[in-house]
């Protein structure tokens, strides 16, 4: 009846791409522990993961309504992108924003924010928000390709290529090198 093991073991086999058996465990966990904000916020990210965002924003909404939890900023930064996902991009800004507020400016929320922006046609501020972000961290993947999609956008190709040669020096093995030798920039 330990809610936290069942959640662990969620979390493991969702890790382990087998989403039967996460899904098992997290509704033990949240038989067991339907008040846990993280086995909420976990069950949340997780149907989020495979494509069931409608489902998951619920989840997201009952890890916050828990005035205990201790970890908000997750649950806003995950719900911001569950949202950003589902194509609802002003409650993802309400989510990302407080998540921003509430983690002093976390890179990874930094980053969703540029996101975001970029999605919204805020091409300047995203910009803005991922130079910020590069100077703080080494950009991964996800930054550099967004990098190389901004650039792109605002005509600046060499800046572009600079990004584009950093993305395949660095990751030439992700998903967003791919990308980049397709040519989906969108």
């Not at 069931?52 to 719900?79: C, I, K, S, V, W």
């Not at 911001?80 to 989510?95: D, I, Y």
């Not at 507020?101 to 975001?116: F, Y």
């Not at 919204?120 to 080494?138: F, H, M, N, P, T």
Request: proline share 5%; hydrophobic share 35%.
């Amino acid at each position: 009846t330990y809610a936290p093991a069942y959640s662990t073991r969620a979390l493991v086999h969702h890790y382990l791409k087998e989403p039967e058996h996460a899904e098992t465990n997290f509704r033990d966990a949240l038989r067991h522990g339907p008040d846990d904000p993280e086995i909420a916020n976990n069950y949340g990210w997780f149907l989020c993961q495979n494509r069931r965002g409608e489902e998951a924003m619920p989840h997201f909404e009952r890890a916050l309504r828990n005035r205990l939890y201790q970890t908000p900023d997750r649950a806003h930064l995950n719900a911001g992108q569950c949202a950003m996902g589902l194509g609802k991009l002003e409650l993802a800004r309400s989510h990302l924003d407080t998540a921003y507020r509430l983690s002093g400016g976390s890179p990874m929320v930094v980053l969703r924010l540029a996101e975001l922006n970029y999605r919204s046609g805020l091409v300047d501020e995203a910009r803005r928000q991922l130079s910020e972000l590069v100077r703080k961290i080494e950009p991964n993947a996800e930054a550099l390709w967004l990098g190389v999609r901004l650039e792109r956008k605002l005509g600046n190709r060499e800046a572009e290529a600079s990004y584009a040669a950093q993305l395949r020096r660095r990751y030439p093995a992700s998903k967003e090198y791919q990308e980049l030798l397709k040519g989906n920039y969108e």
